[in-house]
């Protein structure tokens, strides 16, 4: 059997150290390399889940999902010399993923698919509580944790989203996501095709040889739809491993006002919901499948990818769909914003581009 190594590159930058990360595919143990002291330090016994390594924000710890004879368990490390803080046995069957709180104090583990069980472990390993919302069927898909690290979003294959409270942790509400959008107070924005002009949109670009062709290519626009609306659900394949559906991808913004999500049985929508209501604000139904969105890190405004050769931005304000002027055909599928939010990283499966926004002049 080959050797193969996944590469994680999860490097960490601060004024005491740089590290690289690398985890074998036979689960023998991890590498840290500094790139300061040039020391090596080794940990073992990692487990290959969805993801198996999560750092606090300010970069302090770092938790590592572990599998010793049979049993899953969380070791906490301090990033400044690599020694263990804590080490603890998890009440999972199978550990899938582990993510801290941004405030660094709390560490949610969640089990299986199989299983619906989410766990919220301290810093020193206590166990804070326990959450289930059913115990049939498929379980949690998805998390996020508010910016406030005061709510945690857990999505599910049954096509919801809970929402815990950081002080019981208890569901404080739950967000559904019907194939209809029925209710007034939610604006549903379309997207449609229109007839190539020359108008230009607020995003500036390197100049290229393709710009002026690209002015005259398929362009799109949002419509505001007449509720109710249908939106375009899939049946899933029941019979298939990695079903297409439940909510697959959720994110608060910044300022913890909204919350993103895609349901998979519903590809071609994106929810967005506000938190301070708890109730459902806008729905971006889009012409293909959404592949991949993002917040601004410094203000409520999401980028929206759907594999087309265009990029997506809504904000309170509205929505707009943006052409990118790329030479061939630049299908985006992957997206990142600067942590500054003045450009954002544009990745197709071979390219990837960088365009900025411009900034409204204060007169």
């Known amino acids: ?48 889940c969805q993801q198996g390594i999560a750092f606090t924000k300010d970069g302090r710890y770092m938790a590592v999902a572990e599998r010793r004879d049979c049993k899953d368990f969380v070791s906490i490390f301090v990033c400044s010399d690599w020694q263990l803080l804590r080490h603890f046995d998890t009440e999972t069957q199978d550990l899938f993923g582990i993510e801290w709180a941004p405030n660094g104090c709390v560490l949610a583990a969640w089990d299986t698919c199989l299983e619906y ?23 949690i898909k998805s998390i996020a944790w508010s910016p406030s690290s005061q709510f945690l ?67 799109s626009k949002y419509d505001v739809s007449q509720v109710p609306v249908s939106l375009q659900h899939i049946k899933p394949v029941a019979d298939r491993a990695n079903p297409k559906m ?8 910044p300022d913890n006002c909204f919350l993103a999500t895609k349901n998979d049985n519903i590809p071609n929508a994106v929810w967005i919901w506000d938190i301070q209501k708890l109730k459902l ?4 139904e889009q012409l293909c499948a959404v592949q991949s969105f993002q917040w601004d890190p410094r203000q409520p405004r999401l980028a929206v990818c759907t594999g087309s050769s265009k990029v997506y931005l809504w904000s309170p304000a509205g929505c ?10 630049f299908q985006i599928v992957s997206l990142a914003w600067h942590c500054s939010g003045d450009s954002v990283a544009l990745l197709s499966k071979d ?10 002049e204060v007169k």
């Open 1 to 48: 059997m080959g050797f193969y190594v996944f590469i994680f590159l999860s490097t960490k930058i601060n004024k005491y150290f740089l590290v690289s990360f690398f985890l074998f595919l036979r689960q023998l143990r991890i590498t840290v390399w500094s790139l300061c002291t040039k020391s090596v330090s080794y940990i073992k016994y990692p487990k290959a």
């Open 117 to 139: 069980k989410i766990l919220l472990y301290s810093l020193d390993g206590r166990l804070l509580s326990t959450y289930r919302a059913y115990e049939w069927s498929l379980g």
């Open 153 to 219: 979003a857990i999505g599910s294959y049954d096509e919801k989203v809970r929402i815990l409270n950081h002080v019981t942790w208890k569901k404080i509400t739950e967000f559904e996501h019907p194939a209809t959008v029925a209710s007034s107070k939610t604006i549903v924005y379309k997207e449609v095709e229109k007839s190539p002009s020359v108008e230009t949109e607020r995003l500036s670009f390197p100049p290229t040889r393709a710009l002026a062709s690209s002015l005259f290519s398929t362009q």
């Open 246 to 253: 439940g909510i697959g991808m959720l994110a608060f913004s």
């Open 281 to 284: 604000f806008v729905v971006l």
């Open 320 to 329: 707009v769909s943006v052409q990118v002027p790329m030479e061939g055909d």
């Open 351 to 360: 390219n990837f581009c960088v365009c900025y926004l411009e900034r409204e």
